[in-house]
């Protein structure tokens, strides 16, 4: 049984997807219903996948949500946790409460989510949470200042959750996805674009110079990764942050 959060579009649909093929009953979670029933649709297993739309921002949300799945499944075994970063921007024009909302958006629902699932998984003795994260928590990047830093709290939490949980079967794990061919992904060429005055061709051009595989990622390729996390045989890896990226942290 797996949660995956944020899985309308993006790294989220194509990791519920994945998951569902690989045989887990999934639930899916995000704020449109419409959205989500799209993606059961396409995965055509009706039977194994699920709706659950919410708000995680909204902490109680979290809570009905495993208090549901629980109930109606018995268990959880896998939380994929999936929120959008907050907008680009420099340092020079962060106010004190952009760094709230921020919080609000990305660290506060995981650290919910974590809680209201992992006294679950600790009564079964097995469970496997992702945070899905992003490269600026690890190494800074220009106009991604709170991206930095509400994802660098994200794999702090992550670890010492990490530790917390081992003794109980519960591993926790941070994937960082690099450039990868997304809704944000168009979104940041067209920030560049904007910012750089230069055409979008030439603003995709120079994202893709930065990778050295010399394209950005697709989504199932992230998905892949997620699936190996929450695998019988990633049972020995937790604490760990590792990036999908082409090699581009690496030559930063």
């Known amino acids: 049984m797996a949660i995956v959060l944020g899985a309308s579009h993006g790294i989220g649909r194509a990791t519920a997807l994945h ?7 999934t639930v899916l979670c995000a704020r449109s219903r419409q959205a989500l029933e799209e993606v059961v649709e396409e995965s055509d297993a009706e039977k194994t996948a699920h709706v659950m739309p919410g708000d995680v921002t909204e902490p109680p949300f979290c809570e ?25 921007g420099s340092f020079d024009t ?5 760094v709230s909302a921020a919080m609000g958006q990305k660290l506060v ?20 949470i992702v945070n899905i994260v992003g490269n600026a928590g690890k190494e800074p990047s220009p106009g991604l200042f709170l991206s930095g830093l509400v994802n660098a709290a994200v794999a702090n939490a992550s670890k010492y959750l990490a530790n917390q949980y081992a003794p109980h079967h519960v591993t926790v794990n ?3 996805p690099g450039t990868v061919r997304t809704r944000r992904y168009a979104r940041a060429v067209a920030h560049l674009s904007r910012t750089a005055g230069i055409p979008q061709a030439e603003a ?11 394209r950005p990622g ?6 892949a990764v997620i699936g190996f996390l929450v695998s019988d045989e990633a049972s020995y890896l ?3 942050q590792i990036s999908v990226d082409g090699g581009q942290l690496t030559c930063a």
Request: include cysteine; proline fraction near 8%; aromatic fraction near 4%.
């Open 109 to 128: 629902p995981y650290l919910a989510a974590v809680k209201s699932v992992a006294p679950v998984m600790v009564r079964n003795g097995f469970g496997r």
């Open 204 to 214: 995709e051009d120079r994202m893709r110079r930065a990778i050295p595989m010399d």
């Open 19 to 25: 998951l569902n093929a690989k045989g887990y009953v």
């Open 174 to 176: 941070c994937l960082h």
């Open 64 to 88: 009905e949500l495993a208090g549901e799945v629980e109930h109606r499944f018995g268990r959880i075994d896998v939380l994929v946790n999936n929120a959008p970063g907050p907008s680009p």
């Open 218 to 223: 697709e989504a199932h390729e992230v998905a």
């Open 238 to 240: 937790t604490g760990q």
């Open 94 to 98: 962060v106010r004190a409460d952009d």
